[in-house]
């Protein structure tokens, strides 16, 4: 199980007195142990390897978009922390299909729909991230799906 790794690798990572990867992962731990607290109220919990996958794909678009707004910023510094904490967050989640891929999979559930304008971008959206959602990146598959539809 993935959470089981999690803990293997901060274990193996403070062993090894590597403080920036020991605190990545500490944080990851965090995150996911909020989100279990945020769910011990809620009636539909979702299986562990998913809730920690989701967990990790919120932290990963989070750097990202803090990569861009420090670059933009001039801050190098701080995005080359949030570039490395992404490296290690990226080590957990699935692999990310290329955007041909991405492509593929939108064309073939377009077909499947019978979707045709962007009044059934909703539709597609949804579809796609029952199928692909912990391999796609979704803002980017936002973007091919409207150009898809106009």
Request: aromatic content about 2%; proline content about 1%.
């Amino acid at each position: 199980m993935l959470r089981e790794k999690i803990q293997t690798e901060t274990v193996t990572a403070m062993k090894a007195k590597d403080k920036e990867r020991t605190a990545a992962l500490r944080l990851i731990g965090a995150k996911i142990k909020d989100r279990d607290i945020e769910l011990r109220t809620s009636d539909k919990k979702p299986e562990d390897d998913e809730l920690v996958t989701d967990v990790l794909m919120k932290m990963a678009k989070q750097r990202r978009e803090s990569i861009a707004m420090y670059e933009d910023g001039g801050r190098q510094e701080l995005a080359d922390k949030e570039k490395a904490e992404l490296v290690v967050i990226e080590e957990f989640l699935p692999k990310q299909m290329s955007e041909d891929e991405t492509r593929a999979a939108i064309a073939q559930i377009k077909s499947d729909l019978n979707a045709e304008g962007m009044k059934d971008m909703g539709r597609v959206m949804g579809e796609l991230k029952a199928r692909h959602g912990a391999s796609l990146d979704m803002s980017r598959a936002s973007g091919l799906v409207k150009e898809s539809l106009s």
